[in-house]
T-cell receptor, first 113, second 113 residues
Framework: AQKVTQAQTEISVVEKEDVTLDCVYETRDTTYYLFWYKQPPSGELVFLIRRNSFDEQNEISGRYSWNFQKSTSSFNFTITASQVVDSAVYFCARGSNDYKLSFGAGTTVTVRA | NAGVTQTPKFQVLKTGQSMTLQCAQDMNHEYMSWYRQDPGMGLRLIHYSVGAGITDQGEVPNGYNVSRSTTEDFPLRLLSAAPSQTSVYFC????????????FGEGSWLTVV
């Protein structure tokens, strides 16, 4: 199986601090897709972003930003000026053309007021 | 705006019992899949379907059965429940185009005692 590794199991920050979540993936495919999902305490999975392997542009959406580096097989996620509502488990995932996702183990982010 | 609907949300089973987790989507998505989420392991693919009448195994298919008689529905059957099947189950769907966003249901919490 082509693994997705999220090395950080848990991260705890104080509100307004920035937090970066690491994601490293393995792939043998030329074309693949990378995802980030948020799982708040209520349990549902919330889609955050999809990135195609042929598009290495970084992306910013409000307080969220993503850094895709193909050379190091990494797709890191940064939350700027964190808020308590950002407390959740965040999953990185990789998919190929057959739509089967491989997930990392998740990083639990706790933002303290 | 139902999206992906899973039932039941919570279920307790005795070892050896059988049950069906229901999944329905109203977005006319061709692809549907089932994942299970276990602590420290992220989500793992159980079974998936690329269209009505077509199913295939994922990473952890043993003990589960699926069928896809309609585009909308993709039930997951536990044939003889075991404590190792205690988990959170997520159904997902997506369009048949490369790299489309995969939408998840709200999850079904299953405990086998």
């Amino acid at each position: 199986a082509q693994k997705v590794t999220q090395a950080q199991t848990e991260i705890s920050v104080v509100e307004k601090e920035d937090v970066t979540l690491d994601c490293v993936y393995e792939t043998r495919d030329t074309t693949y897709y990378l995802f980030w999902y948020k799982q708040p305490p209520s349990g549902e999975l919330v889609f955050l972003i999809r990135r195609n392997s042929f598009d290495e542009q970084n992306e910013i959406s409000g307080r969220y930003s993503w850094n895709f580096q193909k050379s190091t097989s990494s797709f890191n996620f940064t939350i700027t000026a964190s808020q308590v509502v950002d407390s959740a488990v965040y999953f990185c995932a990789r998919g190929s053309n057959d739509y089967k996702l491989s997930f990392g183990a998740g990083t639990t982010v706790t933002v303290r007021a | 705006n139902a999206g992906v609907t899973q039932t039941p949300k919570f279920q307790v089973l005795k070892t050896g019992q059988s049950m069906t987790l229901q999944c329905a989507q109203d977005m006319n998505h061709e692809y549907m899949s089932w994942y299970r989420q276990d602590p420290g392991m992220g989500l793992r693919l159980i079974h998936y379907s690329v269209g009505a009448g077509i199913t295939d195994q994922g990473e952890v298919p043993n003990g589960y059965n699926v069928s896809r008689s309609t585009t909308e529905d993709f039930p997951l059957r536990l044939l003889s429940a075991a404590p190792s099947q205690t988990s959170v189950y997520f159904c997902a769907s997506s369009r048949q185009s490369s790299g489309n966003t995969i939408y998840f249901g709200e999850g079904s919490w299953l405990t086998v005692v």
